[in-house]
Nanobody, 121 residues
């Protein structure tokens, strides 16, 4: 079992910045990678960025050059630094953790409750 707690969402003006944090607890040794997804009103949930234990990183094209994902394995925490925010970035941002399917690990995906990011024009 893994629990994820997000923080850092809020309301900013376009062009501003926010830093999201996601702290994992429980069976954190099972986690193979973590990521950030977002869901805007009326749209499907989409990958924003993810990062593996070996720091392999993927970004959505829409956020490349503006967002940076990072992880701190010692703290079991991932971050998403969001700069130059645009109104189209407005969404609920969800933290995701992927776990291994091995002894003591269930191989499931885990999700946080989400944190709302609003970038106003």
């Amino acid at each position: 079992q893994v629990q994820l707690v997000e923080s850092g969402g809020g309301l900013v003006q376009a062009g501003g910045s926010l830093r999201l944090s996601c702290a994992a607890s429980g069976d954190t040794f099972c986690i193979s990678g973590m990521g950030w997804y977002r869901q805007a009103p009326g749209k499907e949930r989409e990958l924003v960025a993810d990062i593996s234990r070996r720091n392999r990183i993927n970004y959505a094209d829409s956020v490349k050059g503006r967002f940076t994902i990072s992880g701190d394995n010692a703290k079991n925490t991932v971050y998403l630094q969001m700069n130059s925010l645009k109104p189209e970035d407005t969404a609920v941002y969800y933290c995701n953790a992927q776990t291994k399917r091995t002894i003591g690990c269930d191989g499931a995906d885990y999700w946080g409750k989400g944190t709302l990011v609003t970038a106003s024009a």
